[in-house]
């Protein structure tokens, strides 16, 4: 048996293999849409920019680490999207998975619960499209004839012709993916120690697919072999579901949890999806129970910038709009105007890591863009929001009267999601003033607190910047 050679990688690195390696080809099928791929002659360079996961391919094992924070972090990260009713307007998948590739990791029975949170999510999805139906043969003695009439049978079961013995086709639910999400329902409910949230929503889909399959034999239904599904335009929208039931019925994935061990699948997360609508779901807690002056919104299409080409008289014509979607935008409900722009940057400032000028020259477009967008009603702030200690302030003039600023704004990803929301409180009441929440002049000495450390480091950093030596955020 050959020796599991493991490699670990810092996110943003490049993972270099041979063009003829089953790695590559691997990683190129099941995750190419969370990876990049560049093919050179005699080589692929995979690049992992804010990515993470671990990845098994024969005796070769990949764990990419995140830049900020654990892979488990990441996850509760998830937990927090999955269990979001916020529809979000990106519908860019942020996880990918192999179930048929298992493979031990870090915390996996915490891992487990944030998996099963989202097989909750994908199978609330399959739900709202709706549960397949097909057309099966049913062969029955009623009172009524329908279908084809099975005259020996007939002739057999009824001496005194009171019933039709018949077949027929029935158009009904009994479907190879229905039941394969019955028998993981089952299986998921006996075997795994669920949370109560958990525990119930499992419990009320097994009771709806145990009613819409109430016609066929519950240990028929179990015994039904996963592996047989061909996905076609009817059940494509099974698929991500039908990948978590794959790896949630293989026997291996339970006697691993049993034992303590830390039994996955091979996964890549993007991280840089995930951290921005984690930042937004708690953005808006914020603003929806404490800034109610204010309305926020995620991915806002921008119409300001026109595109144009010419024609065959050499005349200019309309071709669209340049493609702009700001992270979060926030909004003052009595103008419905644009206050506020923030764009999120899954990177650790903390640690000499560059925003580069392209980031700023990016939040400068949108807050021009939806400047004019919105019939120039106001001065318009834009953030940089990320992980690690705030960065630099800048302002400009604009339109020889307003001053838009921008703020290197940041969170600590490693404390807990409370203290991650007083954060972003603490941004807010800075940007848009203080909001309605009651146990804000509790916290005020501890803001003035850190808001003159703040400014003391500020102060000497303008000193470093006057001096030249300042490339702590800016490139």
Known sequence: MNQIVEKYINEN??????????????????????????????????STNNVVGVIKAGNMVFRIYPKVDKVFKIFKMIEKISLSDHIFKNKSQYI???????????????????????????????????????YNRRVE??????????????????????????????????TYENFILFSTLDKLIKNTKLRGKQ???????????????????????????????????????????????????????YSSINAGKSLFCNFLIKTDIVFERYIFLILKE??????????IEEQVELNYIRKFKYNEFDEEIDNGYLKMKPDIVIYKKETKSPVLVIDTKYIDIANKNKLSNNAYYQIITY?????????????????????????NSYKFTYDQRL??????????????????????????????????????NTLQSEVAEERYSYEQTYDDTLKVAESGRDNSFIS
């Open 403 to 440: 001053q838009f600023k921008f703020y290197t704004e940041a969170i600590n990803l490693f404390e807990e999601e409370i203290q991650i929301k007083n954060s972003l409180r603490n941004i807010l009441n800075e940007r848009l003033g203080i909001g309605n929440y009651g146990g804000y």
């Open 286 to 295: 914020l603003i929806e129970s404490e800034y109610t002056d204010y309305y």
């Open 13 to 46: 690195e490049s993972i270099i293999l041979n063009t003829d390696s089953s790695l590559a080809r691997y990683i190129e099928k099941k995750f190419s849409k969370a990876t990049k791929l560049t093919k050179q002659k005699n080589e692929v360079i995979i």
């Open 199 to 253: 525990n119930e929503k499992l419990l009320f889909y097994k009771k709806e697919l145990d009613y819409l399959l109430k016609e066929y034999d519950y240990n028929a239904i179990l015994s039904v072999k996963n592996g047989q599904n061909n996905l076609n335009r009817i059940n494509v929208h099974y698929e991500n579901l039908l990948n978590l039931c794959d790896m949630f019925l293989n026997s291996n994935f």
């Open 141 to 174: 003695n009623s009172y009524f004839l329908r279908g084809k009439l099975l005259i020996n049978k007939h002739i057999r079961k009824n001496l005194v012709p009171k019933k039709f013995y018949s077949s027929y086709n029935q158009l009904d639910y009994g």
């Open 96 to 134: 990918y998975f192999d179930p048929k590739e298992m493979i031990n990791i870090e915390r996996g029975n915490s891992l487990v619960n944030q998996l099963i949170d989202v097989f909750i999510n994908e199978l609330e999805k399959v739900r709202n499209i709706g549960y397949t139906k097909t």
């Open 367 to 391: 807050v021009i863009s939806l400047y004019h967008q919105y019939g120039k009603k106001n001065d318009i702030d834009g953030i940089l929001l990320a992980h690690g200690e705030r960065g």
